[in-house]
């Protein structure tokens, strides 16, 4: 496994050390808000151990990561606020 | 016993509370009884599709005649009810199937209800998320969805509104034939006449009643607006739903405007428990990624079951019983609960106060099933 | 990984203290057993990173003693619900699990208890131990003003961990009062190995003012939290900081024994002498039977993998061990018990289910928890209540009800699992 992975959030390149999650690199890249409520407020982590569903993001492509339980993988394509 | 009600009507789910918002706005002295709150039986289950449906003449005018009332009352509806006028896309897989849908078609053109059929490529803009290669479709213009749950607390609001009576948390021993009721600590509470609105639960409070308890599952999704737009059901739906002895799954996925999904349908005798059945929940949900293919990798928040009331021609019972002229029915809605809730209560109020009905009555009344085979009240 | 359908001899659910535990019981004693985590780690949330990074040398040894036991590790592996009777249905990232077992051993843990309060929902605010979680794991905390809030011996052990990884600790503020963590403290004199741990946290936290009495009141911010408001019950201060970690002790992860028809009693699952739960076959260890911590999860684990594996009496043995760490947990949730003032903190228009954004009030108008459900949809998101329905167990007294399938949000494909291995093209 390489030390260092590179991937993306919301389009800009961040590199993460591996074992890092995707909520971890999310915060890396600067964004602390991942998602808008139904009612269009801000969102980010609380439980951090996959269970309150706040940290939902979309990885590759598909809605609704638990993005504290992923890990980050090299070229993953991360985006918020979706 | 004093008469202290006009009616009583025991059950509170969605046909309950429209035949006490009925009762009520007429002046009728109203209460309505639940041994669980507003909406929580198999109201809380149902899938919330206002359809029209033409299984029969008597099925298609009610269908049609409560989803003329719904259209009516859109604009009263609160935001919660979430009415949308999404219509029904039934999809047809082959050539077969087609040709049920322009039968379909002449059907529904002949009795004014608005439809246009699709070929294949219509359905796949309307809707693109079908796999390839379907033969096409008949869309459903009036057809709508709402919130089942806050449908009926909505209908029960509008019954308070005129002044009915409503006791949460009140079950019911039995109907007593000078019309009033017996509650399960023994009280009693006199009334005129009495109505069961109990669905699938009916038969406890009059054995022998013709009315089988059949059970669904559903799926419920996370959020993905705009996957579907249409109530989309298969036309080897109505083989399915038509089927009246076997275990069945078939094609049926709705958008809710929160742009969750509800993913059906199964049927099924004699499965009394709540518990998911998980062959013919995989069988249901392999159905609908037959059509759906991406539906797959979408994320299932939720999955439950619950029980429609079934009766041996698919229509409800809605009129006074065979044994008591003072006990009363609105029964017996198998999977058109939802829809024909509004025309029940109509017809329940006129049938009650004299008045003429919009549609025949008749095709509803108990009295039918009177040839012996079932014993009634 | 890639079979779709495994079958064992026991199967142990979650790999914290009490499942690493219950595994290394059970293959030791030469069941065939496999260890089923929903995460990529062993240790479960306490000893989370332990694998990677092994600094706990308790930990470290329970991971090198599993990884002799030769029990089978399905990591990443969603348990979803029972299929049948002696199946699990499963989740993994390649696809859809069955697992049979003969003999379930059930040890899901814990999560934290969140209380709504003003602001609670802004990004920066986190559980501690879900903070420390995601630290673990590389959300960036040096140099971050961090205020730790709420209630337990977390608040304590996250704020060290958090110091050493370079972030600056506000405050700590523990919500009971000052007179019952004292008398706690006089009752750990019997417990040396917990007196060292508190006076080493004592020395990393040095510097950091420990508050008795104090919970927060409200956080502020617009899109991100920028400072908290805390209370005493006398007067209000604000502390400005970048992150709130804020817990009020943990809940049981009961999702799955409902799903089973295990009984509960009150909150936790009810388990007799050998861990064995009401259901037959099925046992429960860990944070799931009683809020106890580590050590007693660990013997608790033990003893449900030696009941499971048939020897009796080795575990028989360990029961009076169990025993004292029970004590040690029920003096815990006596010292920690919370104060009434935390069930009041949410304002009318606070929101308390976050999936749907339902507000107190609107909760409040409702008689109990199916009727605001079925009404509100609170509790109906996708953490299906995990969050809501605990907080409105302490806001408004409502009980749970049983649960619904799948036990976490899953793929639909992975519902329809048994029909892909039973019946082979889905497709036309």
Not at chain 3, 169 to 179: D, G, Y
Not at chain 3, 375 to 388: A, E
Request: net charge positive; aromatic share 6%.
């Amino acid at each position: 496994m390489a030390d260092q992975i590179q991937l993306r959030v919301n389009g800009k390149t961040v590199s993460v050390t591996a074992g890092t999650v995707v909520a971890a690199a999310v915060a890396q890249a600067g964004q602390t808000r991942f998602r808008r409520s139904v009612q269009g407020e801000a969102r980010g982590p609380l439980c951090g151990m996959g269970i309150c569903m706040e940290c939902r993001v979309t990885i590759n492509g598909q809605a609704h990561g638990r993005s504290c339980q992923t890990l980050c993988q090299e070229a993953m394509e991360v985006r918020t606020d979706e | 016993m004093s008469q202290s009600f006009d009616i009583i009507i025991v059950g509170a789910g969605i046909v309950g509370a429209a035949c006490a918002a009925e009762c009520a706005a007429a002046g009728l002295k109203t209460l309505v009884l639940d041994r669980g709150i507003v909406g929580g039986g198999t109201t809380a289950a149902g899938m919330g599709h206002i359809v029209a449906m033409d299984d029969s003449e008597a099925q298609f005018a009610l269908t049609e005649y409560s989803r003329r009332l719904w259209l009516q009352l859109r604009d009263q509806l609160s935001a919660d009810v979430e009415y949308e006028l999404c219509g029904t896309l039934w999809v047809a897989a082959d050539d077969a199937e087609m040709a049920e849908a322009r039968r379909k078609e002449k059907y529904y053109t002949e009795r004014k209800a608005r439809v246009e059929i699709l070929d294949g490529h219509g359905l796949r803009r309307a809707e693109p998320n079908l796999r390839p290669g379907l033969a096409g479709g008949l869309r459903v213009l009036d057809d709508s969805v709402v919130y089942p749950p806050c449908a009926a607390r909505f209908l029960m609001d509008k019954a308070l509104r005129h002044g009915a009576e409503f006791r949460a948390g009140a079950a019911v021993r039995a109907l007593l034939p000078d019309g009033g009721v017996e509650m399960a600590d023994g009280s009693r509470i006199g009334a005129g006449r009495s109505v069961n609105a109990t669905g699938p639960w009916s038969p406890e409070l009059m054995p022998g009643l013709p009315v089988r308890k059949r059970k669904g599952h559903l799926v419920i999704t996370d959020r993905y607006p705009g996957f579907v737009h249409h109530q989309i059901v298969e036309l080897g739906y109505l083989k399915s739903a038509h089927s009246v002895s076997k275990d069945s799954v078939a094609f049926n996925i709705q958008p809710r405007q929160t742009g969750q999904m509800l993913i059906g349908s199964s049927r099924q005798f004699d499965a009394e428990g709540a518990e998911v059945d998980h062959e013919i929940l995989s069988r249901m949900l392999a159905r609908a990624m037959e059509y759906l293919p991406s539906l797959g990798k979408l994320s299932a928040t939720r999955v439950w079951t619950g029980h429609r009331a079934a009766t041996p021609d698919k229509l409800p019972l809605i009129g006074p019983s065979l044994a008591h002229n003072r006990i009363w029915l609105a029964s017996g809605h198998e999977g058109l609960g939802i829809t024909t809730s509004l025309g029940t209560g109509r017809l329940l109020a006129d049938l009650v106060l004299g008045r003429n009905t919009e549609i025949p009555a008749q095709p509803y009344a108990p009295a039918r099933f009177a040839d012996g085979s079932v014993a009634n009240g | 990984m890639n079979e779709t359908r495994l079958r064992f001899e026991v199967v142990v659910v979650g790999a914290g203290p009490a499942g690493l535990a219950a595994a290394c019981a059970a293959a030791e004693n030469g069941c065939r057993t496999a260890l089923v985590d929903d995460t990529p780690w062993l240790g479960g949330q306490i000893w989370r990173g332990q694998q990677a990074h092994p600094a706990n040398p308790k930990a470290a040894r329970w991971v090198e003693r599993f990884r002799r036991a030769k029990a089978s590790l399905l990591d990443q592996c969603t348990v979803l619900g029972p299929a049948d009777r002696r199946t699990l249905l499963a989740e993994h990232p390649d696809g859809p699990r069955q697992i049979e077992w003969e003999r379930l051993i059930l040890a899901a843990g814990a999560r934290e208890l969140f209380l709504p309060f003003p602001g609670w929902t802004l990004p920066g605010n986190f559980g501690p131990g879900g903070l420390q979680s995601l630290a673990k794991h590389g959300w960036p905390v040096a140099g971050k003003r961090i205020v730790l809030a709420g209630s337990g011996p977390l608040l304590l052990a996250v704020g060290g961990g958090l110091r050493k990884m370079g972030a600056s600790i506000v405050s700590i503020n523990e919500q009971a009062p000052l007179s019952r963590l004292i008398s706690f403290a006089t009752g750990l004199l019997a417990w040396p190995a917990k007196l060292a741990q508190a006076a080493r946290l004592k020395w990393t936290l040095r510097g950091t003012p420990f508050r008795c009495g104090v919970w927060p009141v409200g956080a502020e911010g617009g899109e991100q939290l920028r400072a908290v408001t805390l209370s005493d019950g006398r007067r209000q201060w604000m502390e400005a900081c970048d992150l709130l970690a804020c817990g009020f002790g943990l809940v049981p992860n009961v999702e799955l024994p409902l799903a089973l028809g295990c009984q509960l009693d009150d909150e936790f699952v009810r388990v007799d002498p050998w861990q064995a739960s009401s259901v037959a076959g099925v046992y429960a260890a860990g944070e799931l039977t009683g809020i106890g911590g580590a050590d007693a999860a660990l013997v608790e684990g033990e003893i449900a993998g030696l009941a499971a594996s048939g020897k009796e009496e080795a575990a028989r043995r360990l029961m009076a061990r169990r025993a004292a760490w029970r004590r040690f947990g029920a003096d815990l949730g006596a010292a920690f018990a919370l104060r009434e003032e935390v069930a009041r903190l949410a304002a009318a228009e606070t929101v308390v289910c976050r999936c749907e954004d339902v507000r107190f009030d609107r909760m409040k108008s409702f008689a109990g928890w199916r009727d605001a459900k079925l009404q509100t949809r609170c509790g109906m998101g996708s953490c299906q209540g995990r969050v809501c329905g605990a907080a409105a167990r302490v806001l408004f007294g409502w009980g749970m009800e049983s649960v619904r399938p799948p036990v976490l949000p899953a793929r639909v494909e992975s519902l329809c699992a048994d029909f892909l291995t039973d019946q082979s093209p889905v497709r036309k």
